[in-house]
């Protein structure tokens, strides 16, 4: 892994006894695998994924390959869903990555037809993207759900005392990421229906308009109006009435410079909100990382713990 990454795993592997051996110590074989746990979970549950990415790390643990782990999940989740049971294939750790993996997708492409339906000019291509962003919607909500129960089944059995095949760190982590995609699809459906309401009003405001349009241009009994009178002057404002040609010049140059200032007062509050967003965003990191640390702590010590109880039930 340290070849292929050129950077070294977040924790280290056991290290070997010259003096003694694992087939003759039982606590030289339980620290050696309290170890390699602790090495195993450091990878798995890590923020970092390049080594858990590598074919040498997927073969080891006979993982299918990061290409068609989406589709294999997919298909597992098809086949729980003939038997009643999308939540049963969601409680497996690697297939849940991948479902929620697949959900973040469906989320991002939501995010972008709904952007495509703001910016369409036809009708058309507003009813399909829309149409688009809530069919995402709808799949996402459903993996949302079997993302739910799975996690509900994997923390039932950390309860009851079974075999976790994740620690409590790793659930309150995800935990937290399902909290943050029902939040983000929460916005996303929102914004769904308010722009479709939007643009149901302007659509029917746009289509009355165009109609007294042509009542007012094509109806009965209007007649045509004149042609453009030359040597008329424009219509004078409020603001130029009293003006001459050098007046009407500096009050133009005036009225740029508000608006120059009015540009640079926004630019300062944009440069405001964006360095309060990197602010907020490293604070952010800065948090995930101690509560990563403080993860890997409390499972360092369980491990020790679990060795160093073992031990004393031997002496005893």
């Not at 782990?69 to 729980?80: D, H, I, M, Q, Y």
């Not at 009407?248 to 509050?269: F, G, P, R, S, Y």
């Amino acid at each position: 892994l340290t070849s292929l990454i050129s950077a070294p795993p977040p924790a280290p592997l056991p290290a070997k006894s010259w003096f003694k051996s694992t087939a003759s110590s039982p606590e030289l074989t339980e620290s050696r695998r309290v170890g390699l746990e602790a090495y195993l979970r450091a990878i798995a549950e890590g923020p970092d994924r390049r080594w858990r990415e590598t074919s040498v790390w997927r073969s080891f643990l006979n993982l299918p390959s990061s290409t068609s782990s989406g589709s294999s999940a997919r298909g597992e989740l098809e086949v729980a869903y003939q038997r009643g049971s999308a939540g049963q294939a969601a409680q497996e750790p690697q297939v849940w990555l991948d479902l929620h993996r697949e959900m973040k997708g469906l989320l991002q492409d939501a995010r972008m037809f709904l952007g495509r339906r703001d910016g369409a000019t036809t009708a058309h291509a507003q009813y399909e993207a829309g149409a688009d962003a809530k069919r995402c919607l709808v799949k996402a909500a459903g993996l949302l759900g079997n993302l739910e129960e799975g996690l509900k089944i994997m923390e039932e059995g950390e309860k009851r005392g079974q075999a976790g095949k994740i620690g409590q760190g790793e659930l309150r982590r995800r935990k937290d990421l399902l909290g943050s995609a029902r939040v983000e699809r929460d916005g996303l459906e929102k914004l769904a229906v308010s722009l479709a309401a939007k643009s149901h009003k302007a659509a029917s405001g746009s289509g009355a308009a165009t109609q007294q349009d042509k009542n007012a241009l094509f109806g009965p009994g209007v007649s045509k109006p004149g042609g453009r009178v030359l040597g008329v002057p424009v219509p004078e404002t409020a603001k130029t009435k009293e003006l001459d040609n050098n007046g009407v010049v500096q009050l133009q140059k005036q009225m740029m410079q508000d608006q120059d200032q009015d540009v640079e007062e926004l630019a300062k509050i944009v440069r405001r909100q964006k360095e309060m967003g990197y602010a907020i965003h490293g604070e952010l990191e800065e948090q995930n990382e101690m509560l990563r640390r403080m993860d890997e702590d409390v499972d360092r010590v369980q491990g020790k713990l679990a060795v160093a109880k073992k031990r004393v039930a031997k002496i005893s």
